[in-house]
Structure formats: structure tokens, C-alpha cells
């Protein structure tokens, strides 16, 4: 069982910045492909950005390439977000996820159900 647990949301205004973190149990997050996803009210969960096991390959959503980063402690068992240039359209409910089976060429992965473990999510709010 993997427990996903984020922090760091919040309100900013548009322009700013705001770090999320998702911690992570298990001896083998080394090995976990992880995720962020996003849901806004009324809206379907979205994908915003996947990182591999490695951290070496990292893909994201067009409409936040070029603002948002993901990286991740592998010693921390943590993995980030960092979200700059906010968008009042960003305001969604921030979860993290991850998939423990990391073996093989890493593919990345963009959707729900490629997921196994999910957070319980974390509000960010951007005002204009």
C-alpha cells in the first residue's frame, strides 16, 4: 500500500508561485513512475505533469509547459511541483499519484487510470 500525502497549496495571485510537495510511504519510491493531475469544479481530472522513477524524463500538459516543473527526492521519497506565472485558470484541486511499478522503459503516463495511488488533493486558488 502506498500513502501519498501533498502540501503546499494555497491562494496566490496571477504571476505568482506556489511549490507543492507530495510525500510518499514505501521502500520503493525509487521505483515509483509519479504524477500530478489537476480538477477544477464541474471539470474532469486533468493531467499536468509526469516525472519516471529516475527523474530523468519528465513530460507535461501544453498548457503549462514553459511555468510548471516537477522533480523529485528520491531520498526524501518526495516529489514536487513547482508552478510559477499563475494563471487564474490553474485554480483546480492539485493530487499527486503514483504508479509502483517501475521497470522497464519508462513511458509517461497521462492518465487516470495509469495510476494506482492517489493523494487527497490540495486546493490552489489564483486570483486576477
Known amino acids: 500500500q502506498v500513502q501519498l500525502v501533498e502540501s503546499g497549496g494555497g491562494l496566490v495571485q496571477a504571476g505568482g508561485s506556489l511549490r507543492l510537495s507530495c510525500a510518499a510511504s514505501?521502500?520503493?519510491?525509487?521505483?515509483?513512475?509519479m504524477g500530478w493531475f489537476r480538477q477544477a469544479p464541474g471539470k474532469e481530472r486533468e493531467f499536468v505533469a509526469a516525472i519516471s522513477w529516475s527523474g530523468g524524463s519528465k513530460y507535461y500538459a501544453d498548457s503549462v509547459k514553459g511555468r510548471f516543473t516537477i522533480s523529485r527526492d528520491n531520498a526524501k521519497n518526495t516529489v514536487y511541483l513547482q508552478m510559477n506565472s499563475l494563471k487564474p485558470e490553474d485554480t483546480a484541486v492539485y493530487y499527486c499519484?503514483?504508479?509502483?511499478?517501475?521497470?522497464?522503459?519508462?513511458?509517461?503516463?497521462?492518465?487516470?487510470?495509469?495510476?494506482?495511488?492517489w493523494g487527497q488533493g490540495t486546493q490552489v486558488t489564483v486570483s486576477s
Open positions: 499519484a503514483a504508479d509502483p511499478v517501475g521497470s522497464g522503459s519508462y513511458y509517461p503516463r497521462v492518465r487516470v487510470h495509469e495510476y494506482d495511488y
Open positions: 514505501g521502500r520503493t519510491f525509487s521505483r515509483y513512475a
